[in-house]
């Protein structure tokens, strides 16, 4: 059994060993694992499910043997209930698809909460792999005055138990030296499984319920005791849900807990009980108390932060800051990338023969992506912001001080994370929904998610407030742009919230819920991790915009580009000939020209125009024409709002390469929002007016319009009908609130 | 409005029991010990495995609407329907070790 998770690799005779890191939530595993592999971890999913699979090589192993890291989720026990749970539940038993069964096991255990932890820890202990204890944050425990002698420890648990300050990446070396003895000679711990504890029925019972669902995976007989243990003392509701399950499996459960209940023994209460007994007499035994408890710094912090009042006027505030940095601190970055953008198209331009390529180059490529590309300090900063707030602590006591405001849309605190996570993007904030623990309470923040504005819908947003919205200043700091923003972002927020709140009343009605949620210390946030992540995120965005962005706007130049008519190039060319025969008669004759810069520049649009509307996209943009046209938008738009359902991002850069493409070959390349500024519709008053932007960025505001998200949500759901309902009711959304916005503003004098 | 609750060793203002107060109940800063949890069986069996175990001293930190309290060192914030569920006892004087 301590080999079933080394095999031997196949071409170059090496050994194959996967190490799983398991331990409660907030425990600074990622630290530890983050340590252990250095800067080669892969990030991935789960077969089938969204959570996040993080495995890296363990640096230092030796030549012969390739040793794999794989950072199973955070989980408080054996028996889950959630998604994560179950993902690191399943891969300890070995019974995950395409994941090996482990080799050697570490456990992280915060030492300052050694008596918690060491319930899932011993847990993972029974299941009788060669085991090794991490036991993070000594420092923490010390400063707390918990004097804890490892070495006892590890004689009552009979394994390996290194004690660790992974934020300052203290004695990971031992660490990595101990898990390496495993793999090479694994030694199994002694620690007697607390069913021997546990009265005799208990035993008989699991015995008999190991052999009745004849449970597939690992041979040893410890693991499969230990299973049908786990699965005997779990609740009720899980089950049905648990696709792992094997058929019949309920019955015999159902049996073996009526025949302990007829002993008059408690099956849900006794396990627990007789595990806290023995890691009690543990403690004991190992920890020394060397001060009375006394109020932390973090209780002092909490009572403010957690307050009633100031508390939410702190959570008030921290969210502004935030949202106001991203529009001010990104500002000056951004310039710089446009720059960037704008001098790349002018050398390619500069060293090109005119022509179609060139046209795909400059107008398609770079000023496409660039244009996207640009949005990159934007997204860096609200992913520094959210992990910040999520390292220091805070989140969960936004989580906590939200749980108030929660229950009245029929939420609990924890689903507040998610949904601030959809501020950076729908697509994490859905994936972080798997920690809620009841479907239909998951199902309604997944529906409304995407109703937060997300940093795709940023560079829209940034785009058309620069574009259509005068500057005004208030007081020195507040600024007009900073307001529209924050509206934009206030109006997603309240029809997020409201339509949470219908759903849990109409589709997906269900018991108020409940919350118990660990508040972690407050720390001083490991930078560097944030950093890491923010980099990861970035690149992700990079990556989509040098693929699936790249290769949209490819098309997009295409079909704005094709077909061409030679008949119409000829009738605009002989028309450039007679001005410029005109301007070279009067030139002959030392005469002014007036107007004639003019009307070449009257001639030069019309052609543009002509030509995008002849387009194939021009067409399309045409077909959808007559369901925009109520909402005061033209085909152009059409055709940004076409390319935006696959990405919303793709909006500014479709646009960018739709006005550059029907602009006049060898204008000079402007900055954006000042092209669209100059704009105009056919009667000559221009297209982006306040108004105009306003409708357009509440269009955005609702409308589902992200490919990713569609597919995460199907593969969250296990059904296309969730995902399509989503799109449907957005889409709705989207229109009708444009429709008012369009109509309102009229009424209130816009022009 | 001054909040309703009862002190360490006091018979608590609202309750009919003294021996089985609501957690919602409790003043902050006391300690008390779990007596019994009136919850359905899935949350109750997460409940006790993170340590909210019957005749577990646990330590209210603070009382608004939700609570957070203290147990094995470790705070937990509970909403006030999870709260309500919780009976307790008050325990005479405030625990020292809460290890035990």
């Not at chain 1, 015995?207 to 779990?234: K, P, V």
């Not at chain 1, 960018?656 to 204008?667: C, D």
Request: one cysteine or more; aromatic letters at 8%.
């Amino acid at each position: 059994m301590s080999d079933a998770g080394s095999a031997p690799a196949a071409a170059e005779g090496r050994r194959r060993v996967a190490v799983a890191l398991a331990g409660n939530p907030n425990t600074g595993k990622t630290t530890v694992f983050n340590l252990l592999t250095g800067l080669r971890a892969k990030v991935g999913n789960y077969p089938g499910v969204t959570v996040e699979r993080k495995e890296g090589r363990l640096r230092g192993a030796s030549g012969r043997t390739e040793v794999t890291v794989l950072d199973l989720p955070g989980a408080y026990s054996l028996s889950p209930r959630s998604q994560d749970e179950r993902i690191t539940r399943d891969a300890l038993l070995g019974r995950l698809a395409g994941v090996p069964s482990p080799g050697v096991v570490v456990v992280v255990l915060d030492a300052s909460n050694l008596q918690r932890h060491l319930y899932f820890a011993t847990q993972v202990i029974e299941l009788g792999y060669p085991t090794v204890v991490a036991l993070n944050m000594m420092d923490v425990a010390e400063a707390h005055g918990h004097r804890i002698d490892a070495g006892q420890l590890a004689r009552e648990l009979g394994v390996e138990v290194v004690p660790l300050v992974a934020s300052a990446g203290r004695g990971i070396l031992r660490l990595r030296s101990s898990i390496l003895r495993q793999v090479d000679r694994p030694t199994v711990g002694s620690w007697r499984p607390v069913l021997m504890d546990l009265p005799a029925p208990f035993r008989e019972e699991t015995e008999r319920l190991a052999g009745a669902i004849g449970l597939s995976g690992a041979g040893a007989r410890g693991q499969r005791e230990i299973h049908a243990f786990c699965l005997l003392m779990e609740g009720s509701e899980i089950e049905s849900a648990d696709p792992g399950r094997e058929r019949g499996a309920g019955d015999a459960l159902g049996e073996a807990r009526r025949r302990i209940e007829a002993r008059g023994l408690d099956w849900r209460a006794l396990p627990v009980e007789s595990r806290y007994r023995r890691i009690g007499g543990i403690c004991e035994r190992s920890v020394t108390e060397t001060i009375p408890p006394r109020e932390t710094l973090s209780d002092r912090i909490d009572r403010w932060l957690t307050h009633r009042y100031w508390g939410i006027a702190l959570l008030a505030i921290v969210l502004g800051i935030m949202f106001q940095a991203i529009f001010v601190f990104a500002h000056w970055p951004m310039e710089l990338l446009d720059g960037w953008v704008g001098a790349a198209g002018n050398w390619l331009a500069q060293r090109m023969p005119a022509g179609d390529l060139r046209s795909l180059l400059v107008d398609g490529v770079v000023a496409g992506v660039g244009a996207v590309v640009v949005f990159l300090p934007q997204i860096c900063l609200l992913f520094l912001f959210i992990g910040l707030l999520e390292e220091t602590g805070y989140m969960a006591r936004a989580a906590f001080i939200m749980d108030r405001w929660m229950m009245k849309l029929g939420l609990h605190g924890r689903s507040f994370i998610p949904l601030l996570g959809s501020f950076a993007c729908a697509i994490p904030g859905i994936m972080a929904t798997r920690t809620i623990e009841s479907w239909r309470e998951k199902l309604a923040v997944i529906l409304v998610a995407p109703l937060m504005s997300c940093s795709a819908r940023l560079p829209v947003y940034t785009l058309l407030i620069a574009a259509c919205l005068p500057e005004r200043r208030w007081l020195g700091a507040v600024r007009l742009s900073g307001l529209a923003l924050l509206g934009m972002y206030g109006l997603g927020v309240g029809s997020a919230m409201f339509m949470a709140w219908l759903f849990r009343r109409t589709i997906l009605r269900g018991d108020p819920p409940l919350l118990v949620m660990e508040l972690p210390p407050y720390k001083r946030p490991a930078l560097g991790m944030v950093l890491r992540h923010v980099g990861e995120r970035a690149g992700m965005f990079l990556r989509q915009a040098g693929t699936l962005i790249l290769a949209f706007n490819m098309v997009l130049w295409f079909l704005a580009t094709y077909p061409r008519s030679e008949e119409r190039a000829a009738h605009y060319g002989a028309a450039r000939e007679q001005l410029q025969r005109e301007r070279a008669g009067r030139d002959a004759h030392g005469l002014d020209a007036p107007g004639w810069a003019e009307r070449w520049a009257a001639l030069e649009r019309e052609e543009a125009a002509e030509r995008l509307e002849r387009s194939f996209a021009g067409r399309l943009g045409r077909c959808l024409e007559p369901a925009i046209a109520p909402l005061g938008m033209d085909w152009k738009i059409g055709i940004g709002i076409v390319s935006s359902f696959a990405a919303r991002e793709l909006f500014v850069s479709t646009m960018s390469t739709v006005y550059r493409v029907g602009a006049a070959e060898g204008s000079e390349p402007v900055r954006l929002a000042e092209h669209f500024r100059r704009q105009t519709r056919e009667d000559g008053s221009p297209v982006y007016t306040a108004r105009r932007g306003l409708t357009l960025m509440v269009f955005y505001v609702f409308a589902l319009q992200c490919a990713s998200t569609v597919a995460v949500v199907r593969r969250e759901t296990h059904s296309w009908r969730w995902p399509l309902f989503q799109w449907a009711y957005m889409g709705a959304l989207a229109w009708g609130f444009a429709w008012i916005t369009w109509h309102g503003t009229r009424w209130l004098g816009m022009s | 409005m001054r909040q309703k609750g009862w002190k360490a060793g006091e018979a608590p203002a609202g309750c009919k029991q003294p021996a089985a107060c609501p957690l919602s109940q409790v003043q902050a800063g006391t300690s008390v010990r779990i007596k019994r949890l009136t919850l359905p069986p899935d949350v109750l069996r997460r409940l006790r495995e993170i340590g909210f175990c019957e005749e577990r001293k646990i330590r209210l930190l603070m009382r608004q609407n939700s609570v957070i309290c203290e147990v094995c060192n470790t705070r937990f914030g509970l909403n006030r329907k999870l709260a309500e569920a919780i009976l307790v006892e008050p325990l005479p004087v405030p625990v020292r070790d809460q290890a035990a």
